[in-house]
């Protein structure tokens, strides 16, 4: 079974904007998995048939403490077969699924090389080359990788993504496509990382680099 996970909590509008794009993707069978730790429970919008929605609701709430890593533990407790991790404020294109299962029929690592971001609060964007890693939300695993993912997150909090990519001795494959960028800034809890910092990247006011990655769906943003 593929399965589609994400941590959440706490954004609403986030979430109903992931949504939108898991609805939309080429693939038509899969399950998707939240773990929302936030009060109230954010309510997921209705899915196409196809997708089978699973919200866990650990027993601990977000207090403002980093929950990523206890988040993808309970995450990945269950799954068996492909994983494809979703952010819940990034933007996905329909192909972005299907991009990763090509991928992983000869890898059990797989990510995006470049990462993308877009800060709908400060309208700055910025591209990150990777030269061994993938972010975390543009990555998807399988086998021993979901294995040593789940590993990692029982011993830290942060650098996920690196340690999993530096880690894993199996097979891997950077790939040279866009079909996923990282949204900051967007209304609820906030989140971390550097790209959530008000002078990362460069101005990108009208969103011209924002509609050249993702199209129509840039309106929404600006």
């Known amino acids: 079974m593929i399965t589609v996970v994400t941590p959440t909590g ?17 693939v038509r069978e899969f399950k998707w998995i939240m773990c929302d730790d936030c009060d109230p429970a954010s309510q997921v919008p209705q899915m196409r048939d196809g997708i089978t929605v699973e919200v866990i609701r650990p027993q601990w709430r ?10 993808l533990i309970e995450l990945l407790k269950t799954c068996e077969g492909p994983v494809i991790h979703c952010e819940d ?3 996905y294109l329909p192909d972005h699924i299907a991009t990763m299962l090509q991928a992983l029929r000869t890898a059990d690592l797989v990510g995006q090389r470049v990462s993308h971001y877009w800060n709908a609060a400060t309208r700055r ?8 890693h993938a972010s975390l939300g543009a990555s998807a695993m399988q086998g021993p990788a979901t ?7 029982g011993q830290q909090q942060t650098r996920l993504d690196i340690d999993l990519w530096r880690s894993f001795s199996g097979r ?21 990382g550097v ?9 990108d006011p009208d969103g011209r680099m924002l509609k050249a990655l993702i199209g129509h769906c840039a309106a929404s943003y600006l």
């Open 62 to 71: 977000w207090e403002g403490q980093n929950t990523h890593a206890r988040s």
């Open 125 to 132: 964007y910025r591209a990150i080359p990777g030269t061994y």
């Open 89 to 91: 404020d990034d933007v």
């Open 172 to 192: 891997k494959s950077l790939l040279d496509t866009t079909t996923a960028v990282g949204i900051k800034g967007l209304p609820g809890r906030a989140g971390i």
């Open 147 to 153: 294995i040593l993912l789940r590993m990692i997150c």
């Open 10 to 26: 706490g954004r609403p509008e986030a979430l109903a904007r992931l949504a939108t794009y898991v609805n939309a993707q080429t």
């Open 195 to 203: 790209g959530h910092r008000e002078n990362f990247g460069e101005p």
